[in-house]
Structures are given as C-alpha cells and as structure tokens.
C-alpha cells in the first residue's frame, strides 16, 4: 500500500475496524476506527465536514456490521478539521458522546469573531516570521475558507492524561502533546496498540509547528511526550493517516532522531547566516522543493522551522531578538543536546 491508495474498510484487529474517510488533502484520506465497546461502538476521530466523508463513515460502519446507531462515543485525537469534522453531524444524529483534551476543547473558536481572530494571530505570526506581503495576503485570502472548514463544536466529555475511555475499560487516554498542544493517544493495553491519531505515522513526520494556539516549545513537548509513548507498553501503531505501525517503538526512534538532525541542520543555517523564520525555511531541506509548497503546506513547513529555532534557543544553542520580524542568530558556544 502507498499514500496514493485509498484502502478499503477493513478488521485490522478482531473488534477494531479501520475505516478510510477522504477529504481534500494531498494525505487524501484520515484513518477512522471503529471498535467494539462494552455497549455499542466507540468512534477514534469523526473525518472532515463532507456528504462523502458522511457516505465513507456509514459504509464503514456496514463493513462492520453496524450502523450510526450503534455509535455509543467519539474519541477525538486532536482538533485538525480532518479528524472532528464530522462531529456535530453525529451528535444531531445518535445519541454519542463527543470526547477529546480539555487543552483541545478550550481552542476551538466558534464564533466569527473567535475565528476572526485566530485568523489576525496568524498574520501578525507571519510577520514575525518574516513573510513576504504576498505570503500574509494569501492568507486573508484564504480566510473565508478557513471559516467555512472550521468545525464549531463543544465536546460532550472531556478525556484527561490517564482517563479510560468510557466503555472501553482497557483503553487509556495518553496526552501527547506536540502537533497539537491537546492530542491525545489512545492506548490499549490489553492488545498493546495505540491509536496515534497524528502524534505517529508510519511515513510521513508529524508537522510540530509553533504557531499561535499551541503554546511554548511545541517540539520539547513532542519529544518527550513520543517517549512517554515508547514506554507504552504498545507494539502495534494505528495512525491518523496512512497505514498500521508495526513497530511502534521503532517508528518512534525514526522521528526522535529526525528531530535531533533537523536541530543540527537549522543550528547550520543559522551559522551560514540566516537570521528570520522565512530564511531558514526557504534553506533547509523539505521532502518537496521549497517552490512547490503552496498555502497550509508552505505555513506548516514555516510552522515547523519555527518550532526547532525555539527549541534550539532553549538548548542554549541560539538567540532571538524579538521585533518584525524577529532576528534569530547562532549561539557563540554550541552545547551538547540532549538525545
């Protein structure tokens, strides 16, 4: 299986279905999971807002020999339109409770002005970062459609670090934060999987971006939060996108070490000379040439340059002088990072 298939709704585990929900996305699809619960069926992450997502959820639903009426709860990892979308319509629809981290609830913005505001943080955050004009403008651009997307949803639960999820007594709530501040995992530990939501997928490295919304040192979090992971107990990984993890550790060792290149590689450009967010992004390598990263892309590789410039001045190994945009220098000693 590639990234370019769409899989069909399977039984990845007896009582665990795997159900593949499109949406507009070069990923072009979120992984959803039905599982068996005590009474019914709990929902891991509810896809995007679309009459095709709705179709794609309730013929996974038959593939297991369910239907909405079944649902009993939703899990939500992290509230990334792809993975809550549907939310509200399976509310108004069965009578399932809608859980995620009290981190996640507390940012959802549903009003116009809540929306309207997060959309002016993130321009005033591209000028800090040293965006060209036509850059900040393609974003007021793109506003009406980030407030056409944006689920405006209140959970019915809130689901904390440690918590088990209501009719699921082996399946704990882990709080992993890093590409969100309030993603959850779902460990299982009687079967030794997690469901990773995006926090761990098998190809792609998980955007850690500081950004507005998601506190300080996003990418420390992340760090230590796919450690606490590893210590799991997990082996099998079933991820927001793509395709089961096998190894889940291993997977894990993957991204840890990515981290700890990519902190060298930004510290090297930075000595080479760039000094804003702009100019480290547009240097450093990206699985796409810099050119050919357009909209979300191009604000979540920026996203992602920014969040190891942070990290790097809290190791000690560079400096920032705060102003528009902010100045971003090498330190006169590098320190030994932790690995």
Known sequence: MTERTVPEPCEVVPGVWSVPLPF????????????????????????????ECWGALQAGLATAGASLADLTGVAITHIHPDHYGLAERLRQRTSAWIGMHPLEAD???CTDEEIAAVLEDMVSWLHALGAPPDEVQALRDHGP?????TPRIRPDRLLRDGQQVPGRPTMTAVH???????????VDEARRM????????????PNISQ???????PLGHYRRSIAKLRGSGAVLGLPGHEWPIDDLDARIDVLSEHHHERLDQVEAVLRAGAS???????????????????GLQRRSALGEAHSHLERLVREGRAHVRPGTPDRWSAAERVHESAR
């Open 24 to 51: 507009p996305n070069p990923l072009r699809y979120t992984l959803s999971y039905v599982i068996e619960a005590d009474a019914g069926l709990v929902l891991v992450d509810a896809g995007w807002d679309s009459d």
């Open 107 to 109: 940012r959802i913005p």
């Open 145 to 149: 459609t980030i407030a056409a997307t």
């Open 176 to 186: 992993t934060p890093g590409h969100t501040v309030g993603h959850l995992c779902f």
């Open 194 to 205: 997690a469901f990773t939501g995006d926090h761990v997928l098998p190809r792609v490295t």
């Open 211 to 217: 950004r507005p919304q998601q506190g300080e040192d």
């Open 276 to 294: 804003t967010v702009w100019e480290v992004a547009t240097t450093i390598s990206w699985s796409r040439p810099w050119s050919d990263l357009r």
